[in-house]
């Protein structure tokens, strides 16, 4: 089954959140070249052991030239919504520069414009190069986490592998989150929301990961989170959310859930409307708890 929702108009989030946590300026100190560290890396898990591509990348520092820059600054000028020409030119720049200064940012953007061209094979092979070389990048963790299970096949012999990718993405994205130092040049509440909305999003993927389990409990926790987090909630949030309670015969919550998905216009209203009235049927129709 695939869902629609709206978080998919607003997958943006992965440029959206990559430009306000700064990700572009923080190339340079991740390769040497001088300036601040980059936030998502400035306190790595003390734990974690350095992937072998980051190790190689320290041993030997890229080294930065002008029509590098150049070449970067002009994949980084296209607007998010230009993916076709932002697709071309990261790819353009990882042919040249394989080894490149900018190699991760690019990977990691290139995950946001391959999800808007629906081109997931390339989307998952650039997270897994992006993630390689920054296990912490929030921005392809919560993105790629929430993409997988919305394109759930279960006659594919890799869906489970590919949701516990998902799971596994989705909660480091929520461990990272809450220390990420906040980079300079944008304000308090820029970074307060865009932390927000990547943690609902983190959430709410990793929700879907555990309905697709059939883990009712555990998918109707992470979406309450996923709601809370989020200033206009998602109705395919509310509506999974919805089944989970009715699968847990928590109908009276079921129906409250089905009834807050109804009331938002979209290709979800009319579908929480109808188990709205049967989550409310139901409830009537359980037996009253003991006294």
Known sequence: MKLLSTRSQIVILAVMLAAALGFASASHAQYGSGGQAPAQQQNPPAAQSTPPAK??????????????DKAYKAFTDVK???????????????????????????????????????????????????????????TVLTLVGWVIPHQYDPNDPEADRRLAKAAAYEKHALDVLPTMPKPAGITDEQFAKAKATA???????????????????????????AIAADNVPDPVDLYIMGVGLSQLKRYPEAADAFQKCSQMSGPMQDRCKSHAADAKKLAAAAPAPPK
């Open 199 to 225: 943690t609902a999003q983190a959430h709410s993927g990793l929700g879907l990961v555990y309905f697709r389990q059939q883990d009712f409990a555990n998918s109707v926790s992470e979406m309450q989170k």
């Open 55 to 68: 190790a190689a990348t320290q041993q030997a520092p890229a080294v930065s030239d002008p029509d590098q």
């Open 80 to 138: 998010a919504e230009a993916s076709d020409q932002q697709i071309q030119l990261g790819e353009q720049y990882l042919q040249k520069y394989p080894t490149g200064v900018y190699v991760e940012q690019v990977y990691a953007r290139l995950v946001g414009a391959y999800y808007q061209k629906q081109q997931f094979d390339k989307m998952y092979a650039a997270a897994d190069k992006a993630t390689a070389l920054n296990p912490d990048d929030v």
